[in-house]
């Protein structure tokens, strides 16, 4: 009789350890939710990373080269571009290969200045994850280029730059 009743309580015992306890459970999931808020957190700095990559290289490459593409269209000349041609200055350039937003998804703005012959983009970065510094490494990229005249100026959300079209 003992014997089966020391049975009888070593079974309630297994059976009451079997699974886990509620705070087993909530310490899983609060770790399980860290993981994800630090690995969304990474991804996200990722992504802006890229999209200042991409911005960088539209900046030095491709609007200089689209300036170069209409000079060539135009007997070397950015006259055309001192807004009184039929074509808008931004039309001009995009149908010369600029694509008309930034990686954020804003759109850029460019201006002539027919007497210093100096195009301007302003360059919107409101989608950027902080745009301080986002603007900061822009300026950092672009500084000193031979492609872009003076220094390019940031005043938040808009970095502004300048390029020669002699």
């Not at 060539?72 to 009184?84: I, P, Q, S, V």
């Not at 460019?110 to 603007?135: E, K, W």
């Amino acid at each position: 009789m003992k014997a089966a009743a020391m049975a009888r309580m070593f079974y309630r015992q297994a059976k009451r350890e079997e699974g886990f306890t509620l705070v087993e459970l909530i310490t899983v999931v609060a770790i399980i939710s860290l993981l994800v808020v630090y690995i969304t957190i990474e991804i996200g700095r990722s992504n802006d990373d890229a999209k200042i990559g991409v911005a960088t290289t539209f900046l030095l490459a491709n609007v200089p080269s689209a300036i170069s593409s209409y000079k060539a269209r135009h007997l070397n000349t950015c006259a055309g571009l001192n807004g009184l041609a039929a074509i808008p200055l931004k039309a001009a350039l995009t149908a010369r290969g600029l694509v008309p937003t930034t990686p954020w998804n804003e759109d850029w703005t460019v201006a002539y200045d027919h007497p210093t012959r100096v195009l301007t983009i302003t360059f919107p970065l409101r989608g950027s994850d902080d745009v301080d510094v986002a603007g900061a490494d822009l300026v950092a990229n672009l500084t000193d280029q031979p492609q872009i005249t003076g220094i390019p100026a940031y005043a938040n959300p808009n970095l502004t730059v300048s390029y020669d079209c002699i």
